[in-house]
């Protein structure tokens, strides 16, 4: 061994607690620890050994973790599946694992969380030009995967709701 290099055995124990300090601060993916492992310069080798262990204690569960993101990503932000699947795959949580997490959101349930965040953009912009409304509200809903059709339906109901006139509201797919 040269001077400057450690044994493998310590670049495990190493390796091992920048995994305790990360897992510390949040939970993460095996990829996400497998990426930030290889920033640091550890060995392949010694990166599957820690997080297999890792893996055998339940300290690294990917199934746990994807369940946990679909719940907060919907409850707090109001995220549709196709938001919270391309944070998933981000993520480097595999598409079996991801479908099986996604599974847990009832379609009703996204649905009430999307009129209740369309709710929300639409008060907001209240006092605009309705066609502005629609346009922000409509485009927020997107980048939060609510499906194109839907987001529009959302805030059609919306602004309804509110008293605005919505039968000039025509949608492409009517």
Request: hydrophobic share 40%; charged share 35%.
């Amino acid at each position: 061994m040269e001077a400057g290099e450690i044994s493998r055995d310590d670049a495990v124990e190493k390796a091992r607690e920048v995994v305790l300090r990360i897992l510390t601060a949040a939970q993460k993916s095996r990829r996400e620890l497998e990426q930030s492992l290889a920033r640091k310069g550890y060995p392949e080798d010694v990166v599957v050994q820690v997080l297999d262990r890792f893996g055998e204690v339940g300290l690294v569960d990917d199934a746990t973790y994807a369940e946990t993101i679909v719940r907060t990503r919907h409850a707090e932000r109001g995220l549709a599946r196709r938001g919270i699947a391309a944070e998933l795959r981000r993520r480097g949580i595999d598409e079996d694992t991801a479908v099986g997490a996604l599974d847990q959101l009832d379609p009703d349930d996204e649905r009430a969380a999307g009129a209740r965040l369309a709710a929300k953009l639409v008060t907001r912009t209240r006092g605009l030009d309705r066609q502005v409304r629609v346009r922000r509200a409509v485009g927020s809903l997107a980048r939060k995967g609510y499906p194109p059709g839907l987001a529009f339906e959302l805030v059609r109901d919306a602004l309804a709701a509110e008293g605005e006139e919505t039968d000039d509201l025509g949608y492409a797919e009517d």
